[in-house]
């Protein structure tokens, strides 16, 4: 695959951990969902694509609660 910006084929496809904060005052008592997404990178202009697994994109979405520790 191409990358979207550049068009470069110099990509790769890693293994990430990402915390997700929703942003303004009115979601400060939403707590953070951690998430382990694939993420597509261009090598060569730094351009990123990430695609969040669809159990945490059920957290997101406010379908299920988070784990959170105490």
């Given at each position: 695959?191409?990358?979207?910006?550049?068009?470069?084929?110099?990509?790769?496809?890693?293994?990430?951990?990402?915390?997700?904060?929703?942003?303004?005052?009115?979601?400060l008592?939403?707590?953070?969902?951690l998430?382990?997404?694939?993420?597509?990178?261009?090598?060569?202009?730094?351009?990123?694509?990430?695609?969040?697994?669809?159990?945490?994109?059920r957290?997101?979405?406010?379908?299920?609660?988070t784990?959170?520790?105490?």
């Amino acid at each position: 695959m191409k990358c979207a910006r550049c068009a470069s084929d110099n990509q790769e496809e890693l293994l990430t951990e990402m915390n997700i904060h929703f942003s303004g005052l009115k979601n400060l008592h939403k707590p953070s969902v951690l998430v382990f997404p694939k993420l597509q990178l261009c090598l060569d202009c730094g351009f990123s694509q990430a695609t969040i697994p669809e159990t945490e994109l059920r957290v997101l979405r406010g379908e299920t609660e988070t784990n959170t520790a105490a």
